[in-house]
Structures are given as structure tokens and as C-alpha cells.
């Protein structure tokens, strides 16, 4: 049995995200640690976690040195959080600890973008990333290797209807296209605007007003090929076993860590 500290930004979308990590690893009977607020308790708890309440202040600084000491009391065997808590990324490359990154935005379109000057914490870690989504939502490039595709981590529940119009992120508009459900982004998130435009399984919106807006509409229902790039990534998504992904891959790097200590 292993130790796991995790930690995210307090967001219920991004908590909502990284709960399926924490309930398949203490699923499996792993100990996992949540640094998180307390405004998440009963979502963390439920996830089988114990929660570690974080700084309230969002404070970067103090976030590490509240993460320093928790791996100093608990010594998880890694550290495990979302690639947006840069207090995570800080704490790891300042002090060595392992390190498990979690992509709930679109993965960079760069090595350059992927790993960041010394000045700035890096995007993604050395050792393993596990990437929410999956390889057909980019053009094809070479990844490093330690990136790793896991399927839809919000892959909950069952979605009916024949477009989805959102202003939300990568994780609502994964949702949508993990049930075959086109999109109708309306927001300025260019990075998943360009996603829609790779796969052709939505449209975006640079400015949205009621006449754009059901102008788009009417042109994602009134043409098939939205709806069957949104079913081609369906069955792509649903060809993912989510846990038994996040499972073997956890547990691959923890015992390759243990194995070189």
C-alpha cells in the first residue's frame, strides 16, 4: 500500500476532475492525502481521501510551505496535482520530491510550451503525466514519453442532446464530446476553440450575441458531420478503461521509484 498527497486548485470543476484519480487509488487500497479547502470536504471524503485543508489565502508561497510540511509528516510516496497549482510544481522541483502532473487543460502545442524556463515552475512533470482527454483531440505530434493519455476523467453519468452551448473549459466541453455531443463554444478559450476546429466536432464563437449564437446552432444541427465527429470521439473515449489506465500507471511509476531507492 502506497501514500499519495494530492492537491488542486479549489474549483469544483477541477476537484470534480481529480476525484476519480483519488477513489480509484484508495479503491485499490492506497492511502491518499488531499490538500484541498474545506469547502470540498464531503466531495474529497466521499472519494475515500482524508483532507488536508490548504491556505485560504491562495497565497503560492504559503502553499509550499504548507505542502513541505505535510511531505515532511506524511512522506507520500509521490505527489500528485493538477498541472494549474503551481505551488505543487514549486515544491517538487525545489525540493525533489516525485512528482505526478495532471492535465485538466489542453495539453501545449510545444515541447517549449510543455516545459518552461527555470524561472517559471514546468507545465508538465518529468516523471509521469496523465493527461484528461484523449491523442485524437490534437494533431499528431511526438509526445514525451511520460505523457499519458487516460481517457475522460468526468466520463460520469449519461448526456442526451444534439449540441451542447457552453462558455465553460476543457472539462465541460470533454464531457459533451465524450457522449457524442457536438459543441457550441461561446467563450474565448482559444486552445479548446482549436481542438473543435481539429476534430470538426464543434464551432466557436469569438463574440456571442443571441443572432450568432442561433446562427451556429442551426448550422452544427443542420449538418451531420459535427455529430458524427462528436460520435467518432464518443467511441474512442468510451474505448478507455479510466481507472484501470490511472491504476497501472500510478502504481507502474511508484513501484519504479521504490525499485530505485
Partial sequence: MSTYLMATVP?????????????????????VHWYGDREFRATIEAAGATLVPMDKTGDPVVQGHELAGLSNRLIPDALIASTDFTAAARHAERTGEP?????????P???????????APAVISPLLHLQNGVPALDPPRELPPQVQH?????????????ILVTDQGFTTVQ???AHGIPVLLTSGDLEVADRLAWTGSGLHLRRAT?????????????DPSFHEAATSLRDI?????????LLRLIEQTTMALMLQR
Fill in 11 to 31: 474549483t469544483t470543476t477541477h476537484v470534480s476532475a481529480m476525484v476519480p484519480v483519488a477513489r480509484t487509488l484508495t479503491g485499490a487500497g492506497h492511502r
Fill in 175 to 177: 464531457t459533451a464530446l
Fill in 210 to 222: 443571441p443572432r450568432r449564437i442561433g446562427r451556429a446552432v442551426g448550422r452544427i444541427l443542420g
Fill in 99 to 107: 512528482w505526478i502532473s495532471v492535465g485538466l487543460d489542453p495539453l
Fill in 109 to 119: 502545442l510545444s515541447r517549449r510550451e510543455m516545459f518552461r524556463p527555470r524561472t
Fill in 237 to 245: 473515449y468510451h474505448g478507455y478503461d479510466t481507472p484501470a489506465v
Fill in 150 to 162: 487516460v481517457g475522460a476523467l468526468t466520463l460520469t453519468g449519461c448526456l442526451h442532446g444534439g
